[in-house]
Nanobody, 124 residues
Framework: QVQLVESGGGLVQAGGSLRLSCAAS????????MGWFRQAPGKERECVAA????????YYLDSVKGRFTISRDNAKSTVYLQMNRLKAEDTAVYYC?????????????????WGQGTQVTVSS
């Protein structure tokens, strides 16, 4: 069992930056691939970024490439999402997710554990 707690969401103007953090507890963090997902009202949950257990392989949604960066600190059992040049369309609830595996994963059904979510609102 893994517990995930996100933090760092909030209200920011378009063009601004936020850094989300997700602290994991319960099992060996390096056993887990991690992902950041988001869900806007009326839309499906989508993966914006994912990272493998060691941090040397990542995935990004096309619309966030060059603006978002996922990283992890295994010593702190924490995964981060640095979001720069934010746009109004980035507004959503952002969720951290974890799953056991050696790669990165981008589908919701591939993840076993989820955080409670943190709201990100970008004003235009």
């Amino acid at each position: 069992q893994v517990q995930l707690v996100e933090s760092g969401g909030g209200l920011v103007q378009a063009g601004g930056s936020l850094r989300l953090s997700c602290a994991a507890s319960g099992r060996t963090f390096t056993s887990y691939a991690m992902g950041w997902f988001r869900q806007a009202p009326g839309k499906e949950r989508e993966c914006v970024a994912a990272i493998n257990w060691s941090g040397d392989s990542t995935y990004y949604l096309d619309s966030v490439k060059g603006r978002f960066t996922i990283s992890r600190d295994n010593a702190k059992s924490t995964v981060y999402l640095q979001m720069n040049r934010l746009k109004a369309e980035d507004t959503a609830v952002y969720y951290c997710a974890a799953t056991q595996g050696s790669s990165w994963y981008k589908n919701t059904y591939q993840y076993a554990y989820w955080g409670q979510g943190t709201q990100v609102t970008v004003s235009s």
